[in-house]
């Protein structure tokens, strides 16, 4: 999910900037899958835009990012840059190594929480919320409270969702092709989904934390019929994060575009096959 620079939500395109996206940094994420069947994650984020609404006021760019660019299709998803890290530079063994700690303790609803109070924690918890944040899922005004008010602190949920009811405007649901309610018309599938690839701590210390999720996301709909097909994007989110209530809780976040890799050579799928295969892949709960 690239940003691009209209109504993306924090960096992105959409809202203030782009909605959807996360983080990316010199360490590497360690993924595990759900229990049980796949879980309700999924996240995109497209060609950034530039932050306008309530991501400004609360700083929040993970949410609309993939939608908005995807509403304002039309930019370069192709970019220069390579991993993050050192420039010049090779990670040292143990950045991308599993360090082996279990990474939840349990579920708040459908998301993992009882994340530990470190800084494993930390990227663990950052991953995890870019992936919700980045879901299908905050389309859906009652789906979007619930995402909301599990990932981030009390103190500003309230006016985070009162700025983000006026980025799913219906105009703007309408925009990229969705009904009013946030799903999609008969015969497309909407995918949204943000997949971390790594994690960088910027700042610990004691109860809080900043922490940078490298991702790639899709997001677009799939159908014989869609003019707005799923496409891919690159883009680094950075949540601040404080422990509140024996867990870990995002009081702000932003987002910026890339490192973006070069594209391959692979054939794209038809749409009944980008349909298909997100029905079929569940997402993970991740790890440092």
Known sequence: MSPDDERGYGGGPGRTDDPYSTIGGTRQTRTRLPDGEGDGYGGVRRPARTSRSLVMVVGVVVLLFGAIAFANMGGDDRGGGGAPGKAGG?????STAATGTKPVTEKNGSLPSGFAHDEQGAQSAASNFAVALGSIEMFGADTRRTIVQATHDPAVVESLLTGLAKAYSPGFLQNIGLNADGTAPDGLTFVSRTIPVGTKTVEHSGDTATVEVWCTGL?????QDSTKPVAASWFTVTEKLKWIGGDWKIQSSS????????????????????????????????AR
């Open 255 to 286: 987002q910026t575009q890339g490192p973006t890799p070069v594209n391959g050579d692979n054939r794209a799928s038809t749409a009944d096959e980008i349909a298909d295969a997100v029905k079929g892949y569940g997402g993970f709960t991740y």
């Open 219 to 223: 997001v677009g709909l799939a159908g």
């Open 90 to 94: 090779k990670p040292d063994s143990s």
